[in-house]
């Protein structure tokens, strides 16, 4: 399942905001909230992978300081 862009800008009317940050925090809260994985919830909100590649890239990153 993923989150389409209709629901996001629902969510969006819902908060009475149009910034993408608080957005997408509302929604991972949200599903965490309801007992889904926040690997999970990632990948339902940025599409398949997309949590693997991002910690990827906060591992590397933080190796790297």
Do not use: C
């Not at 608080?22 to 990632?42: D, M, P, R, W, Y």
């Amino acid at each position: 399942m993923t989150i389409t862009a209709q629901k996001l800008n629902e969510v969006a009317n819902l908060l009475g905001t149009t910034d993408k940050n608080v957005v997408f925090s509302a929604v991972l809260k949200t599903l965490v909230q309801a007992g889904i994985e926040i690997n999970v919830a990632f990948d339902m909100l940025f599409g398949k992978g997309a949590y693997k590649q991002f910690a990827g890239e906060v591992y590397h990153a933080l190796r790297a300081a």
